[in-house]
């Protein structure tokens, strides 16, 4: 009976993240570059693994046998969130401080705690000619910056090419920096719309993507599924939540009523 209250309280909480998840997803599906985020579950058996070798018990016993045996499958965890870095569609601005990314790879922008990458390429110009990230005026580095510690500097006259030249009167000056990762799976999200790689992941040089200027990536979140998924999440919570109250409500009192008889 308690077991039944613990899968169902379970499944609760998965159901009220992902009802969260779906929210935030929502709220950002018209944030320029957004990456959708969604959250894996496994059973206490997948979720623990190999976990017999590391219980506190003596492994390859009976009394470790009967320890998985009660957990397996009568609980769900949340495993990890995950990242759909499925690209957007593109959508034409005319603005030419706008950049799309078609194909792989990430802006690099440098903010109080580092270089960070970012799909959003809403870019303007700051008081010292510095191309910047709009928004928070990070400037968006090109490679001389590895190079020599230089930003990408750009007036009106300026022009960018497919592979991020930047050009003025013809003559190449710099080139914005795009960067791609061997594995999405180690980037995180940090804020302002930005990744940072984790686990000793490095960036690498590209040449798989086309600089589309006077465009912007539009978010990858798909609103009908959303609200799809919402509903069915929240009639989810609703169900297990009646669940619950039954068993507190009927079969609990009973059983203490009955535990009490002497």
């Known amino acids: 009976m308690l077991s039944g209250i613990y899968t169902s309280a379970s499944a609760m909480i998965i159901a009220a993240q992902r009802v969260n998840n779906i929210a935030n997803n929502i709220a950002n599906s018209n944030t320029i570059g957004f990456k959708s985020e969604g959250i894996n579950q496994k059973s206490w058996s997948e979720f623990n693994g190999y976990g017999e070798a590391k219980l506190p018990i003596a492994q390859n016993t009976q009394l470790a046998a009967n320890f998985i045996n009660e957990a397996v499958n009568s609980v769900v965890h949340m495993d990890k969130d995950y990242i759909n870095f ?59 910056y590895f190079k020599n510690g230089k930003f990408i500097k750009v007036d009106s006259q300026t022009a960018f090419s497919q592979t991020g030249a930047v050009l003025d009167n013809g003559a190449q000056t710099d080139t914005i920096a795009i960067r791609d990762f061997s594995n999405y799976g180690n980037l995180r999200k940090v804020g302002d719309n930005c990744f940072v790689p984790v686990n000793n992941m490095q960036p ?11 465009y912007l990536e539009q978010s990858n979140v798909n609103i009908v599924k ?37």
């Open 86 to 144: 499925t690209q957007g569609s593109l959508e034409k601005t005319g603005n030419k401080l706008d950049f799309a990314i078609e194909g792989r790879g990430f802006f690099a922008v440098l903010t109080p705690n580092g270089i960070e990458y970012t799909r959003g390429g809403q870019f303007g110009i700051n008081s010292q000619g510095i191309l910047v990230q709009r928004g928070t005026n990070y400037p968006v580095l090109g490679e001389n």
């Open 204 to 214: 690498q040089l590209t040449a798989n993507f086309m600089l589309k200027e006077g």
């Open 226 to 262: 959303e609200m799809v998924e919402l509903i069915q999440n929240q009639r989810s919570y609703d169900s297990y939540q009646k669940v619950i109250s039954t068993f507190a409500n009927q079969l609990i009192p009973n059983t203490i009523q009955i535990g009490s008889v002497t």
